[in-house]
């Protein structure tokens, strides 16, 4: 349930843009991600961090979109978000406490240059898809960006958190690995 929870906001902006236009889209994104945070609200009695970071970008860049009639705030969206998402990977890296292990550490028990490497792996991954989304967004039509952001964006990410479990399957104690089978 989560996990559609989770696209639900994305899926309605990618079909309201296919049927009117990035204005009325963005609205709708904004609304949609409203609504997302509400029903997360109910049925979890909390709210995730990353969601309500999630929620204020959509709701700056949307509103801004709308509002100045820009298509420009949309997609910078997405690479500053990509931008802070690698800078907080970075900084939680030289402070001892990488956010990667915080979050799948109590899954698994690897050694700490693993954690590193997971680390900047994502950073670098971050990187590249904020690079790649000026480029798509400022060089390429409207519609091949949000082709791009929608299945693009989320496929790349998808493969590379699978990729990241694997990597992590793959240096756990021989242990713990049987215990998650």
């Known amino acids: 349930m989560k996990q559609i929870l989770d696209f639900l906001p994305l899926?309605?902006?990618?079909?309201?843009?296919?049927?009117?236009?990035?204005?009325?889209?963005?609205?709708?994104?904004?609304a949609a991600t409203t609504v997302q945070l509400l029903i997360?609200?109910?049925?979890?009695?909390?709210?995730?961090?990353?969601?309500?970071?999630?929620f204020a970008m959509v709701a700056v860049f949307g509103t801004l979109t709308i509002v100045f009639h820009n298509d420009a705030f949309i997609k910078w969206k997405v690479t500053i978000i990509n931008w802070l998402f690698a800078a907080a990977l970075v900084i939680s890296h030289f402070m001892k406490q990488p956010l990667i292990k915080r979050m799948l550490g109590a899954e698994f028990s690897?050694?700490?240059?693993?954690?590193?490497r997971i680390t900047w792996y994502w950073v670098c991954f971050?990187?590249?898809?904020?690079?790649?989304?000026?480029?798509?967004?400022?060089?390429?039509?409207?519609?091949?960006?949000?082709?791009?952001?929608?299945?693009?964006?989320?496929?790349?990410?998808?493969?590379?958190?699978?990729?990241?479990?694997?990597?992590?399957?793959?240096?756990?104690?021989?242990?713990?690995?049987?215990?998650?089978?």
């Open 11 to 30: 899926i309605i902006f990618f079909a309201v843009y296919k049927f009117y236009d990035i204005y009325i889209a963005s609205g709708v994104l904004v």
């Open 40 to 54: 997360t609200y109910i049925i979890y009695r909390k709210i995730e961090k990353m969601l309500l970071f999630t």
């Open 110 to 116: 690897v050694k700490e240059q693993v954690w590193t």
């Open 126 to 181: 971050f990187m590249l898809c904020s690079f790649a989304n000026l480029y798509v967004a400022f060089q390429m039509s409207q519609e091949a960006w949000v082709d791009f952001k929608v299945f693009g964006l989320t496929g790349a990410t998808l493969v590379s958190t699978l990729l990241t479990v694997f990597y992590l399957f793959k240096h756990i104690p021989e242990e713990q690995r049987k215990e998650l089978k």
